[in-house]
T-cell receptor
Framework: EAQVTQNPRYLITVTGKKLTVTCSQN?????MSWYRQDPGLGLRQIYY???????DKGDVPEGYKVSRKEKRNFPLILESPSPNQTSLYFC????????????FGQGTRLTVV | EDQVTQSPEALRLQEGESSSLNCSYT??????LFWYRQDPGKGPEFLFT???AGEEKEKERLKATLTKKESFLHITAPKPEDSATYLC????????????FGGGTRLMVKP
């Protein structure tokens, strides 16, 4: 089954404790991206990657890191999480760039206390 | 900078009552306009891609249309299972490979 898998689905952590949210796709897509979704602000793009070893900032990259060492994986790293990073996070992939249909993961609800 | 505004924010319909959702956009060279459906607690699910003004696409009770400034998602004779948040997004030529989403329209269809 074609899918984008995120882990964990739910995470509660404390301020400053480094964490990683994993994302994996099984469709051999070139493009992967991370979004956060907040009430009243909608979906905002954090980072995206056109291919292995190629990453670019989205609208709200501050406080986040990403890496793309393999085509299928695109982890999101929060080196020192803060409460304003409490949000619902989605990973997505598409075949060629953002101009093609995106497949989204089920989301990761992160709470930073 | 690409911008997307969706209206209304929320819409309540009776089952069978047709209506339209609006997505207004400003973009420097449209590469694609997308409609997604999002159910509570789930990731957005792709519905349509529109590339040029005048284009229309249909799927079951949904029909998406596109002009140079806006897109409409028409819902004909909706059913309760059509209740969801509908998201519009654009990708423009000057945005690199970024996708800009609107705030969404929360649709509630009552039996």
């Amino acid at each position: 089954e074609a899918q984008v898998t995120q882990n964990p689905r739910y995470l509660i952590t404390v301020t400053g404790k480094k964490l990683t949210v994993t994302c994996s796709q099984n469709m051999n897509h070139e493009y992967m991206s991370w979004y956060r979704q907040d009430p009243g602000l909608g979906l905002r793009q954090i980072y995206y990657s056109m291919n292995v070893e190629v990453t670019d900032k989205g609208d709200v990259p501050e406080g986040y890191k990403v890496s793309r060492k393999e085509k299928r994986n695109f982890p999101l790293i929060l080196e020192s999480p803060s409460p304003n990073q409490t949000s619902l996070y989605f990973c997505a992939s598409s075949l060629y760039g953002s101009g093609t249909e995106a497949f989204f993961g089920q989301g990761t609800r992160l709470t930073v206390v | 900078e690409d911008q997307v505004t969706q209206s209304p924010e929320a819409l309540r319909l009776q089952e069978g009552e047709s209506s339209s959702l609006n997505c207004s956009y400003t973009v420097s060279g449209l590469r694609g306009l997308f409609w997604y459906r999002q159910d509570p607690g789930k990731g957005p699910e792709f519905l349509f891609t529109l590339y040029s003004a005048g284009e229309e696409k249909e799927k079951e009770r949904l029909k998406a249309t596109l002009t140079k400034k806006e897109s409409f998602l028409h819902i004909t004779a909706p059913k309760p299972e059509d209740s969801a948040t509908y998201l519009c997004a654009v990708c423009g030529n000057n945005a690199g490979n970024m996708l800009t989403f609107g705030g969404g329209t929360r649709l509630m269809v009552k039996p």
